[in-house]
């Protein structure tokens, strides 16, 4: 039978081992194929150690031997892949207007990707709870069937998360203190592998860090562009998240105090002025079916409407500033825009440019570059995803008993 490790190991020979495990893992995935000789030459394991870690990860099956040998001065190698086959992660985005599924393997391969319309601002805490935990039942019935074993779940939320799992805050929800992580676990009955929650925006970053095609960039920003707009933050190749998990915010940053009032409360946030709700409130369409409207907005931006252009222009500058806020403070590589402002990039990155080149007092925008996600709209839940295999990769490892 297969279990998952989940309490903390002692910290002796088997923290030891566990943490070695994870190196060679590690190693695995970002080498594959690689021999056992190469993991002992680049992590100074000594061979003997190395054999005993490999042997462990086949017994897990998260690595397995390719039959494949490499022509060297020497003997010939057997080479080694990660397997993960009977594993899955799996990640779900809630958010105001859809919410998402997506399970991967150990590799990151997506096993399957859901979607479906839900009316945020209109249900309960509890009825979007039962929305989640009725999707996760069928996710986990679905990776029952191809006999895999789930590693994990984090679900991602456009609001502040504590620590602990609690939504303090997500406005455009109308959430306030759910404690979604507790009262999912017992909705799926505590069903063996571990429950997080977390930002929409930090989860999105894991992703574009991991899966994206900025992957393993150490210093990446990801602003999210649904109804709200937050940022996640990995500086020196880490996610930040701030004291107590509630840094990112740059959609309640105050443009214009005399804008549009926020759904926080305040006025002239920058997702009030220039998240995607704002765009289709200027362009006079309707905010209730976003992708519908998103479309028409893309329709007459490539047919030269000039109200179009002129709105898809003030929120690029208004998009530049914030961005350039981003750029002075923390100097990242690449900011990627996400969501709905996907589709609507062709405009919106010539304005953020050269806003950023007028802001930012470092030469060349300090370097920073601002790119559309490849990700698509399930990039929070494939960050989800991430965030679980991130626990594999650190060490917390599932164990055949
Ligand atoms: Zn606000």
Known sequence: MITSTSDPQPADFADVRA???????R????????????????????????????????????????????????????????????????????????????????????????????????????????????????????????????????????????????????????WRDADLCGDLTKALRDPGFPVQVDNDANLAALAEHRFGPWAGTADLVYLTGGIGVGAGVILDGRLRRGGRGYGGEIGHIQLDPLGAECRCGRRGCLEAVAGIGAVLEHAALSPAEVEVELEETVRLARAGDAHTLAVLAGVGRDLGRGV??????????????????????????????????????????????????????????????????????????????
């Open 19 to 25: 943490t070695n495990l994870a190196v060679v893992l």
């Open 27 to 174: 190693f695995v995935r970002e080498h594959a194929p690689c021999s056992r000789a190469d993991i002992a030459a680049s992590t100074g394991l000594n061979k003997a150690t190395v054999s005993s870690l490999v042997a462990d990860l086949i017994d897990r099956r998260l690595v397995r031997e390719t039959g494949l040998t490499e022509n060297r001065v020497g003997r010939p190698a057997t080479m080694l892949v990660l397997d993960g086959s009977p594993y899955a992660a799996i990640g779900v985005e809630i958010n105001v207007d859809y919410v998402t599924a997506v399970a991967v393997d150990l590799s990151g391969e997506r096993l399957l990707s859901w979607r479906r319309s839900f009316q945020g601002p209109d249900v309960t805490v509890s009825q979007a709870m039962a929305v989640v935990a009725g999707l996760v039942r069928r996710v986990t019935t679905r990776m029952a069937r191809e006999e895999r074993q789930v590693l994990g779940l984090t679900v991602a939320v456009p609001g502040l998360v504590g620590t602990d799992g609690v939504v303090r805050v997500a406005p455009n929800l109308g």
């Open 324 to 401: 350039s806020m981003i750029a002075n403070l923390l100097n990242p590589e690449v900011v990627v825009l996400g969501g709905y402002y996907v589709p609507l990039a062709p405009w919106l990155l010539p304005e953020i440019e050269a806003e950023t080149r007028g802001r930012v007092i470092a030469p060349d925008a300090g370097g920073c570059r601002v790119v559309a996600s490849a990700l698509g709209y399930g990039a929070a839940a494939l960050g989800g995803a991430a965030r679980v295999l991130d626990l594999v990769d650190s060490g917390r490892l599932p164990r055949i008993s």
